[in-house]
């Protein structure tokens, strides 16, 4: 059986308001072998670089109107693609995928771009993996915008809204990725967008990283990437460097746990942080301008 698969690229012709072109590297992995990873890179190439990390089950389309308005404003913008999603390769057994060994993945991307100076977005697991790229590179990146994520150790009692999800995503039959997008906005998505969001999966089998992600997420501190990420917590408890909080007032599964940043991180300090009204989880499809802005006055701070 096929370790891996691609996506056909007919699949991702002529989707709504996606016109930037592909780029890719190659990374590799010791059971899987060579792997390629696609991400956007748009404007000026000497421009301040921001990275826009997408999370589950989406992919870097979530940020199309974002990089067009930052990029217009001269920053250079990066939206990588995880494994497993969007253009990216795509591992075909649930069991290829553990949060190290994703965080292992985008490393590799990150040393491939090398890039410095830059701000990371992250919103969902773009948090969870994006947040350990800047505690274990934090010479590359000047300030962090954190958007309805979180850096689990396992402790606490999830919310009720993300126990009822990863329930549904590990038995739903069929799942289905671009109803869950839509279902987690508060705004109607368009036409064609939904359909976007499916392009990535001609069928089931390209789907296991969309579909194990729930479960890879730390409710419990024997799971993969806790020890890794209590290390992070300590490099963030001495992190100065300007870090933002921009959540939506919509989302039942991270609704509060900005708080939690503000306690521990001195860089949130004297920060504007920001609840945005009318934003469901995935609030870049839903307040793609406010976002836009947030990130270029944050980068005339910097």
Same mark, same amino acid.
């Given at each position: ?128 993996? @994006?947040?350990?790229?800047? =505690?274990?590179?934090? $010479?590359?990146?000047? +300030? *962090?915008? !954190? &958007? ?30 671009? @109803?869950?997008?839509?279902? =987690?906005?508060?705004? $109607?998505?368009?036409? +064609? *967008?939904? !359909? &976007? ?106």
């Amino acid at each position: 059986m096929t370790k891996v698969l691609r996506t056909p690229d007919e699949r991702f012709k002529n989707l709504p308001d996606f016109p930037f072109a592909p780029h890719y590297v190659n990374i590799t992995d010791e059971n899987l072998g060579v792997m390629r990873v696609h991400y956007v890179d748009e404007g000026p190439r000497d421009g301040q670089v921001v990275i826009m990390m997408h999370g589950e089950p989406s992919w870097s389309y979530l940020y199309r109107k974002m990089i067009k308005q930052v990029a217009d404003a001269g920053c250079r913008v990066l939206a990588p693609d995880l494994v497993g999603f969007g253009k990216s390769d795509k591992p075909t057994e649930t069991g290829h995928y553990t949060y190290n060994g994703h965080v292992d993945w985008m490393q590799q991307w990150l040393d491939a771009v090398d890039v410095s100076g830059a701000v990371l977005f992250c919103q969902d697991w773009g948090g969870l993996i @994006g947040l350990r790229l800047v =505690a274990e590179n934090d $010479d590359r990146f000047d +300030g *962090v915008i !954190a &958007a309805n994520t979180f850096l689990s150790t396992g402790k606490g009692k999830p919310s009720k809204a993300f126990e009822q999800w990863k329930i549904f995503s590990q038995t739903v039959p069929e799942f289905p990725t671009g @109803g869950i997008i839509r279902g =987690a906005t508060v705004k $109607d998505l368009g036409e +064609g *967008v939904e !359909a &976007a969001y499916d392009a990535p999966y001609p069928d089931e089998s390209y789907k296991a990283g969309a579909r194990i992600f729930p479960a890879l997420v730390p409710v419990s501190e024997d799971m993969n990437g806790v020890a890794e990420n209590i290390k992070a917590w300590q490099v963030f408890s001495k992190f100065e460097k300007p870090f933002l909080t921009c959540f939506s007032d919509q989302d039942p599964v991270t609704g509060g746990l900005d708080k939690e940043f503000h306690k521990r991180i001195p860089g949130c300090n004297g920060q504007p942080h920001q609840t945005l009204k009318g934003g469901g989880h995935f609030l870049q499809e839903d307040l793609p301008d406010e976002l836009s802005k947030t990130i270029i006055d944050f980068l005339g701070t910097l």
